[in-house]
């Protein structure tokens, strides 16, 4: 294992100290605390406040998209862990500016068990809060049991939606509505090239062949649904698209956006080569994209790969979608 370490059971401290050193007007820690991440001006009096938390190892996703147009404080845990449910409970109280809480996270049994106690203890502060889950993961269950998918790339575009629906003054009622309907909307996929290391662990979370791909594999390494030997670009971008379009069965004249997400060793311009075709093919489908997005949102440490998102549109998912908004890993 060679990476730039100090101690391995400080990675995520030294990462958010680190962090919040570089952007200061993005980010600051909560007082007391080494995990949870809040704005430096908040909480905002009278907005509704955006909540989420999963593990370290997925920077921006998380931890980089806390400031105006998103999240108001995050909760991080240890490398692919869950926060516990004392910090995510002080990411409530400091996002918490008077008008409620909604807690925004992917569909993962740690973090659903952590964010439901937290959400008990802050309810004894008078704090009301609503909770969406994203479950955007194609590959992880079928469209009959969406409920059981992974919530995974599709998150950021649901952050930044929810966080300006809130910034626009709607109640936790209607920001939660919104953001519900982009979660619902999301639907990704994802391919490994090459398995990541966890500090902690110090040796690759699992094992694939230099000439080796895997289609559907999750953010923290979960086996996908076909492993093959690799395929030019067009035909991993195939892979990636086809299921999403059966799952949306969407019809000519629709408008989406898309993400394509580098898994952490991915180059951008690899990328672009997989956008190239991603968009030809939904051109050759009469649907029209609007605001991709092509870089790194959703990582897995170093893992080469990427993911595909889409994210159907209508009148009010786009206006918050290019809503302004300000943080460190944003550019839209």
Not at 83 to 92: H, I
Request: hydrophobic share 40%; net charge negative; with cysteine.
């Amino acid at each position: 294992m060679k990476k730039i370490l100090n101690d391995p059971y400080a990675y995520a401290e030294e990462t958010l100290q680190g962090l919040c050193r570089a952007y200061p007007q993005y980010y600051r820690l909560a007082p007391d605390t080494t995990r949870v991440i809040t704005r430096p001006d908040g909480p905002v009096q009278g907005k509704v406040g955006i909540v989420s938390g999963g593990g370290s190892g997925h920077l921006p996703i998380f931890t980089g998209y806390v400031g105006p147009g998103f999240l108001d404080a995050v909760a991080c845990g240890d490398v692919f862990a869950s926060p516990s449910a004392d910090e995510m409970a002080t990411a409530m109280r400091s996002a918490n500016g008077g008008a409620g809480v909604l807690r925004l996270y992917g569909n993962y049994g740690g973090d659903i068990m952590n964010f439901d106690m937290a959400g008990d203890f802050v309810e004894m502060d008078g704090i009301e809060a609503t909770t969406v889950l994203l479950a955007d993961d194609v590959a992880s269950a079928s469209l009959a049991e969406r409920e059981k998918r992974r919530g995974v790339a599709g998150m950021v575009l649901t952050f930044k939606i929810a966080g300006a629906a809130a910034d626009a003054g709607l109640d936790l009622s209607g920001v939660t509505s919104v953001a519900q309907k982009a979660a619902d909307g999301c639907r990704t996929m994802g391919v490994a090239l090459s398995s990541c290391t966890v500090p902690q662990a110090g040796k690759p979370t699992f094992s694939i062949g230099d000439d080796e791909m895997e289609i559907g594999m999750g953010i923290h390494g979960e086996p996908g649904v076909k492993r093959g030997k690799l395929r030019p670009a067009n035909e991993i971008a195939d892979a990636l698209l086809d299921p999403i379009l059966a799952d949306l069965s969407l019809p000519r004249g629709e408008r989406v956006t898309v993400l394509v997400n580098s898994l952490g060793a991915t180059p951008v311009e690899e990328l672009f080569i997989l956008f190239n075709r991603v968009a030809d093919r939904l051109e050759d489908a009469g649907i029209s994209i609007a605001h991709p997005l092509v870089g790194r949102y959703a990582t897995s440490m170093e893992m080469a790969g990427a993911s595909l998102t889409l994210l159907p549109l209508d009148g009010e998912l786009e206006k918050y979608l290019t809503a302004p908004a300000a943080c460190a890993f944003w550019k839209v």
